[in-house]
């Protein structure tokens, strides 16, 4: 895409790599994930905005201007979690029966999920655990999603 621009912005979680067309927010990776350049810090504007209220503890308020992407199906999901309110989680099979899906469906679209921390895949778990995050079952992103959710005061 030939006017996207890419940031960083450090974070108590790590630091944040986050991808624009123009003004419009359209990817979010951690360091640790693959395919992040090396780029300059993030600008005053919405996004910055909306993540040092996030990690201050405050209501961040509406998500900066962003592209979901994704299927029909995918941004279902994904409309969902922005209804899950910060400090609360909700299990798969429960998004899943919000939307009228499965279970399995709502995790392959919580993994496919490319505006992780804005759209709160985080907020979704297992029933009886933690469940995934970013596609791992353990290791560090794990560890991320749950230092999230004791941000928000989920856990």
Not at 49 to 66: S, T, V
Not at 67 to 73: I, L, Q, T
Request: charged letters at 25%; glycine letters at 12%; aromatic letters at 8%.
């Amino acid at each position: 895409m030939p006017d996207e621009q890419r940031h960083f912005f450090d974070s108590p979680a790590g630091r944040i790599h986050l991808r624009f067309d123009g003004e419009i927010l359209i990817g979010v990776d951690f360091e640790d994930s693959t395919g992040v350049a090396d780029c300059p810090p993030l600008p005053p504007g919405d996004a910055r905005r909306w993540l040092e209220a996030y990690f201050a503890g405050r209501d961040p308020g509406p998500l900066p201007r962003h592209e979901m992407g994704g299927s029909e199906f995918q941004r279902r999901v994904w409309t969902e979690m922005l209804r899950i309110p910060r400090g609360q989680t909700l299990s798969y099979g429960e998004l899943a029966q919000r939307i009228g899906s499965a279970p399995r469906a709502v995790g392959q679209a919580c993994k496919r999920n490319h505006l992780p921390l804005f759209i709160p895949c985080h907020r979704v778990v297992a029933a009886s655990s933690l469940g995934g995050y970013s596609g791992a079952r353990g290791g560090h992103k794990l560890d991320r999603k749950r230092w999230l959710l004791h941000h928000e005061g989920a856990v």
